[in-house]
């Protein structure tokens, strides 16, 4: 059965001291609180992964992940951070292919495919980004364009590899703009995404593959969306910035 995961994707706020309060709180509130299997991941900035790492070792059930990495293993590329450094910190996971990354940053399904193969060849899980702009919806070309970008970045995989990604669809309209996909929305598109693994990989692969939503998640929708077939937890964005907000939505199941 397929892994349920909420993480929680800081972005660039707080401070290092903010950050540990927030982990603290977080880690404390899981442990008490979560009996449902679910894992938790803390997708911080890159100058918090080292000390966070050591108020999440402790835990079970809470993770680590950095916001990206670079596809080159080391060398001249001043300003990015390597897969070994990720790893050295105790990060387990990265976020690849945030919309922002590929708006602001012009980051590429090819570059993506490559960051993906380092991530995995060196034991991080990529948690992958996917979704549409507005007017890709409104033209009636979500489904394409979602699927074109996991064919191009994710579908080199071997059977082995695929089931390590955890797959996140952001409509880029929903996210931190309050509006959120309707449940039939999010449960299309994820059912979609769902069948285009399978055809690929068939359905039991495809039936491991966790798939998350993201986009204007919070606590008073998140029961509903996670109710949906096809949707196995959230990345989340504003709402992971208070401890409370993100570990009741870690507890919507
Ligand atoms: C995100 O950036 O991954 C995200 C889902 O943000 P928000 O929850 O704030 O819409």
Redesign the pocket.
């Given at each position: 059965m397929r892994k349920r995961v909420v993480a929680g994707?800081w972005?660039m706020n707080k401070t290092l001291n903010e950050g540990l309060a927030l982990a603290s709180e977080v880690v404390n509130m899981v442990n008490d609180e979560l009996t449902d299997d679910v894992s938790v991941i803390l997708c911080t900035p890159f100058v918090h992964l080292s000390q966070v790492s050591r108020i999440v070792e402790g835990s079970d059930k809470v993770f680590l992940a950095a916001q990206n990495v670079s596809e080159h293993p080391s060398g001249a590329y001043t300003g990015d951070i390597s897969v070994d450094m990720i790893k050295s910190v105790g990060a387990t996971h990265v976020i690849l292919g945030?919309s922002e990354r590929r708006e602001y940053h012009n980051e590429t399904n090819s570059q993506l495919a490559a960051r993906v193969d380092l991530a995995l060849n060196n034991g991080l899980g990529p948690i992958f980004c996917c979704g549409e702009s507005l007017e890709i919806r409104e033209e009636g070309n979500h489904v394409r364009f979602v699927t074109n970008q996991l064919e191009e970045s994710l579908f080199h995989l071997s059977e082995d590899d695929i089931t390590k990604v955890v797959i996140a669809y952001?409509p880029i309209w929903?996210?931190?703009t309050g509006v959120t996909a309707s449940t039939e929305q999010a449960q299309e598109m994820h059912k979609a995404i769902r069948e285009f693994l399978a055809n690929k990989y068939g359905a039991d692969i495809a039936n491991e593959i966790s798939i998350l939503y993201?986009?204007?998640?919070k606590p008073s929708n998140a029961p509903e969306l996670f109710a949906q077939a096809d949707v196995d937890g959230g990345?989340?964005?504003?709402?992971s910035l208070k401890s409370r907000d993100f570990v009741d939505i870690a507890k919507s199941y």
């Amino acid at each position: 059965m397929r892994k349920r995961v909420v993480a929680g994707n800081w972005k660039m706020n707080k401070t290092l001291n903010e950050g540990l309060a927030l982990a603290s709180e977080v880690v404390n509130m899981v442990n008490d609180e979560l009996t449902d299997d679910v894992s938790v991941i803390l997708c911080t900035p890159f100058v918090h992964l080292s000390q966070v790492s050591r108020i999440v070792e402790g835990s079970d059930k809470v993770f680590l992940a950095a916001q990206n990495v670079s596809e080159h293993p080391s060398g001249a590329y001043t300003g990015d951070i390597s897969v070994d450094m990720i790893k050295s910190v105790g990060a387990t996971h990265v976020i690849l292919g945030h919309s922002e990354r590929r708006e602001y940053h012009n980051e590429t399904n090819s570059q993506l495919a490559a960051r993906v193969d380092l991530a995995l060849n060196n034991g991080l899980g990529p948690i992958f980004c996917c979704g549409e702009s507005l007017e890709i919806r409104e033209e009636g070309n979500h489904v394409r364009f979602v699927t074109n970008q996991l064919e191009e970045s994710l579908f080199h995989l071997s059977e082995d590899d695929i089931t390590k990604v955890v797959i996140a669809y952001e409509p880029i309209w929903a996210i931190g703009t309050g509006v959120t996909a309707s449940t039939e929305q999010a449960q299309e598109m994820h059912k979609a995404i769902r069948e285009f693994l399978a055809n690929k990989y068939g359905a039991d692969i495809a039936n491991e593959i966790s798939i998350l939503y993201g986009g204007s998640c919070k606590p008073s929708n998140a029961p509903e969306l996670f109710a949906q077939a096809d949707v196995d937890g959230g990345l989340i964005g504003g709402a992971s910035l208070k401890s409370r907000d993100f570990v009741d939505i870690a507890k919507s199941y």
